[in-house]
């Protein structure tokens, strides 16, 4: 239930209520419209983890190559 | 996303493996909190592959799991109502309430729908001004952003045909009954990582001290499960019990503060009935004051039909930790998900389901 699918940012339509900014998102090429109403900050090329057509957090790409450059530091 | 295969890289996954046999030299419980973990820990064949003095239980992570008759049964009531449109996500159609699910309603000709977003049930409200819809929202602290934006959004669209049925509930009130409760043994945690994105995971640093647990913010993958348990099982093995992060890619520290605000804004903490297990007091979320003109609760006259679970299903131990499906007697038997007796069957994130759908050896 608490699935969330990381997406990137391909577009942004802000509203002039910052609750109804949405995003056009694509999940490996398949594009969905989604609020981006609590990840105000997120720009187009980012990519956002979304649960329920709304996007929860900005995936931090350098935190994701920190962990798996871990994986290898640790295993080597 | 760019780097989601080499979550799943094989090799690395195998070395971690190894590292998790290297670190052991005693038995340990540790409980996946969230159903999603226990899916994919079951789907990707994890357990097996674990040490076998590495016992993972599995926690009550599935909202749709501990959802109680008798909020099934209301949905129901509801959907049978005329100019009435019962919404709610598709695990839930199916769990199964006193005599029927809102999927069996909805075959009898309630109008119930499926829905991919509670923002999409807004959407169709504003469509259809001369209906009134209702959407049976669960959810973790995860999904409670969403369903608070859904009705901050349908109160500045000026509905009046909007309503939410909540089912919502709260994890670490959860976690704290597991802790204080004697019959469930466990000794780490991993921690829902998509709940934390939410709430961060500050609220876990109390429960880690006073109960002597180390706690590991986990994500889904098989690297992010590999590498969860293995720094739960170093604490362990080290005596430690410490908050570890190890989604830091999704989890701040905080959590996301804007989704917080709306909760705190719309919704207001309240005793919550599990199913299985009881009344955990302060673990559900309600519609405040402010929006209690959403909720369905109040704006509709609900009858109130006495709820009944099936006899023997003992969903309540399992999503306690105490029992695995294959303990129960009608697990594969009169149980399936296609005729499930319990919710954990239902919620392919349930693990009566996930070890139907997946385990080799559980039964
Ligand atoms: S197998 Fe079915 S009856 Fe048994 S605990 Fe799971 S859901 Fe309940």
Redesign the pocket.
């Known amino acids: 239930m608490c699935l969330a699918i990381p997406g990137k940012i391909v577009a942004i339509e802000y509203a002039e209520d910052p609750v109804f900014s949405k995003a056009r998102v694509s999940f490996d090429g398949i594009m969905r419209e989604i609020s981006i109403a609590a990840v105000p900050s997120a720009q187009v090329g980012q990519y956002v983890l979304v649960h329920v057509g709304m996007a929860i957090s900005i995936i931090d790409e350098e935190e994701a190559l920190i962990t798996l450059g871990y994986f290898k530091r640790l295993n080597k | 996303m760019k780097h989601l295969e080499e979550y799943r890289n094989a090799d690395i996954a195998a070395r971690y493996l190894d590292d998790i046999h290297k670190v052991v030299t005693r038995p340990w419980s540790i409980m996946e909190i969230c159903g999603g973990q226990t899916h994919s820990l079951v789907r990707n064949g994890i357990i097996e592959l674990l040490p076998q003095s590495i016992n993972m239980v599995h926690g009550p992570g599935c909202p749709v799991c501990v959802t109680p008759v008798a909020i099934i049964d209301k949905a129901i009531h509801l959907s049978r109502m005329s100019r009435v449109v019962l919404c709610s996500f598709g695990d839930m159609l199916r769990v199964p309430g006193t005599r029927e699910s809102l999927l069996s309603a909805k075959a009898a000709g309630a109008d119930v729908r499926l829905v991919y977003s509670p923002l999409d049930v807004v959407q169709l409200a504003k469509k259809s001004p001369g209906s009134k819809f209702v959407f049976l929202a669960a959810g973790f602290e995860t999904t409670a952003p969403a369903n608070a934006l859904a009705l901050i959004q349908a109160e500045k669209l000026g509905l009046d045909n909007f309503y939410v049925l909540s089912a919502q509930v709260l994890v670490p009130p959860a976690m704290e009954l597991l802790l204080s409760d004697a019959d469930t043994q466990v000794d780490g945690f991993l921690a829902a990582g998509h709940v934390c994105a939410i709430t961060g995971y500050m609220a876990y640093l109390p429960l880690a001290r006073q109960h002597q647990v180390p706690i590991v913010i986990t994500g889904f993958e098989v690297l992010d499960l590999l590498l969860g348990i293995l720094h739960c099982v170093r604490q362990l093995e080290h005596g430690e019990a410490e908050v570890a992060n190890q989604y830091a890619r999704v989890v701040k520290p905080n959590g996301n503060s804007q989704a917080r605000e709306w909760m705190a804004r719309v919704f207001e903490v309240s005793d919550r009935e599990w199913r299985g297990i009881g009344t955990i007091p302060q673990s559900g979320l309600e519609p405040s004051i402010k929006y209690r003109r959403f909720d369905a609760n109040f704006a509709f006259a609900m009858a109130n039909v006495p709820a009944e679970t099936?006899h023997?299903?003992?969903?309540g131990?399992?999503l306690k930790g105490m029992?695995k499906?294959g303990d129960?007697?009608?697990?594969?038997k009169?149980?399936t998900p296609l005729h499930?007796?319990?919710?954990?069957?239902?919620s392919s994130e349930?693990?009566?389901a996930a070890y139907?759908n997946y385990a080799k050896i559980s039964s």
């Open positions: 099936s023997s299903c003992i969903a131990q399992i029992k499906p129960c007697a009608s697990f594969r009169e149980c499930p007796l319990g919710a954990p069957m239902v349930g693990a009566c139907f």
